[in-house]
Nanobody
Framework: QVQLVESGGGSVQSGGSLRLSCVAS???????MGWFRQAPGKGREGVAG???????NYADSVKGRFTISQDNAKNTLYLQMNSLKPEDTAMYYC?????????????????WGQGTQVTVSS
């Protein structure tokens, strides 16, 4: 069992930055990790993922602005978000999925956090 707890969300102005954190309890060895988001009235979409071999992938909408990283010693996943835009406003979720996951497919991920809200104003 893996439990995930996100933090770091908040309200920022357009162009600002935030860093999200996701602390995992229970071993995430063998898992790929990802960040997803869901805006009001929309479905959940993949934002960034890091496979168990360390290879990262990003949604086109965030490439060059967001960076995913992890600290295995702290069992923590991060999402550094720069140059934020109002369209980045959403609830952001951390997720863990078993194996080598190179695509941000929601159904591949078994464990989910409760989410942290990010609001970007223009």
């Amino acid at each position: 069992q893996v439990q995930l707890v996100e933090s770091g969300g908040g309200s920022v102005q357009s162009g600002g930055s935030l860093r999200l954190s996701c602390v995992a309890s229970g071993s995430t060895y063998g898992y790929s990790m990802g960040w997803f988001r869901q805006a009001p009235g929309k479905g959940r979409e993949g934002v960034a993922g890091i496979a168990r071999d360390g290879i990262a992938n990003y949604a086109d909408s965030v490439k060059g602005r967001f960076t995913i990283s992890q600290d295995n010693a702290k069992n923590t996943l991060y999402l550094q978000m720069n140059s934020l835009k109002p369209e980045d406003t959403a609830m952001y979720y951390c997720a863990a999925g078993w194996g080598w996951l190179y695509r941000l497919q929601e159904y591949d991920y078994n464990y989910w956090g409760q989410g942290t809200q990010v609001t970007v104003s223009s």
